[in-house]
């Protein structure tokens, strides 16, 4: 769900105004993906993964996981959780990995990085749980490094909110 339809006036315009149906393609992307809660698409608490996500990307679950899908080993990440208080982060890949991991409550900061070079393996699926209070709204200010510290490029990307919120489309 990444909103690129709100120029349009979003799912709802989409689906009824333009009459597309959500198992058709509007402008390149699938309808039912950019607009699950309005195809009725939305998959179970729980069952979505890292793994569902594009190559290079992160996204945060409204309970505070973090989850990755990489093609590059991570030596080292930070970012920002919107919308939430950050109390605390622990296990996930990070944690498997040996990394170091520290918050920041006031700014909302997750770190991890490995003090003896070791890395989180290509792959995919929860990179760190984050215990927070509140609802996550998203992730800023993302820095993924390589073992040599070398910027990888992970994209933030959005997983679909159907506790009743608007799809973004």
Do not use: H, K, R
């Amino acid at each position: 769900v990444t909103g690129a339809w709100l120029a349009f006036g979003g799912c709802d315009a989409v689906i009824n105004t333009f009459g597309v149906s959500c198992d058709a393609y509007f402008s390149g992307v699938l309808v039912s993906e950019e607009c699950p809660l309005s195809c009725d698409d939305c998959p179970d608490e729980g069952a979505v993964t890292g793994c569902d996500f594009p190559d290079m990307s992160l996204s945060v679950l409204p309970n505070g996981d973090v989850l990755y899908n990489t093609s590059e080993a991570i030596g080292g990440f930070q970012f920002n959780i919107e919308g939430a208080i950050v109390n605390d982060a622990s296990g996930g890949a990070a944690a498997t990995a040996g990394f170091q991991i520290m918050t920041n409550a006031g700014s909302g900061l997750v770190m991890a990085f490995s003090l003896t070079g070791s890395t989180i393996p290509v792959g995919c699926g929860t990179l760190v749980e984050v215990d927070l209070d509140g609802v996550p709204t998203g992730m800023s200010g993302i820095i993924i490094s390589d073992a040599s510290g070398l910027a990888l490029n992970l994209s933030y990307g959005e997983v679909c909110d159907c506790a009743g919120n608007a799809d973004l489309g």
